[in-house]
């Protein structure tokens, strides 16, 4: 599956680690404890690129789905950030078929600024509170 991702060329994940993944990792707990992702909570990740916030979630005891639309940023995923409580799918921030109730929150970080349909990134995302989390 090819998923077009506007002009944010994802294809090398060991470069993304070095220039942006590596910040993004100093970012994750604050940017989580900000959310107010709690422990035990299933939570989807889109545009999770090399999974940095997807570990970070599951280092603080939840379980996650990471999206994203780049076959090889997932590889890099898989091999850099592993965890059993972890899945990463290939899929398109904007035609997400997810049931309602899968997740109990949903982060996001850096990608909604890459998605060529934004409007569908929300709508499809619905950032809102879900299903007791304050935010999203
Ligand atoms: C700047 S990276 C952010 C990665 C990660 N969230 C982080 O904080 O390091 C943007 C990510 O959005 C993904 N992306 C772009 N368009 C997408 C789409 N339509 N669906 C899913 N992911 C997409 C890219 O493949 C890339 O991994």
């Not at 379980?63 to 409580?85: N, Q």
């Not at 290939?90 to 934004?118: K, R, W």
Request: net charge negative.
């Amino acid at each position: 599956m090819s998923v077009p991702t506007h002009w944010f060329v994802a294809s090398d994940p060991d470069v993304y680690e070095k220039f942006m993944a590596r910040w993004s990792a100093r970012l994750a707990d604050p940017f989580l404890t900000f959310a107010g992702i709690q422990t035990g909570q299933r939570v989807l990740d889109v545009g999770c690129g090399t999974g940095t916030i997807t570990l970070a979630l599951a280092e603080r005891g939840c379980s996650v789905v990471g999206i994203d639309a780049s076959a090889s940023y997932l590889e890099g995923a898989r091999r850099r950030r592993s965890h059993a409580a972890i899945t990463y799918e290939l899929g398109d921030a904007q035609n997400l078929a997810y049931p309602s109730g899968s997740f109990d929150a949903c982060v996001s970080t850096l990608a909604i600024d890459v998605v060529p349909e934004p409007k569908k990134f929300l709508i499809t995302h619905e950032l809102q509170p879900i299903s007791g989390a304050d935010r999203a």
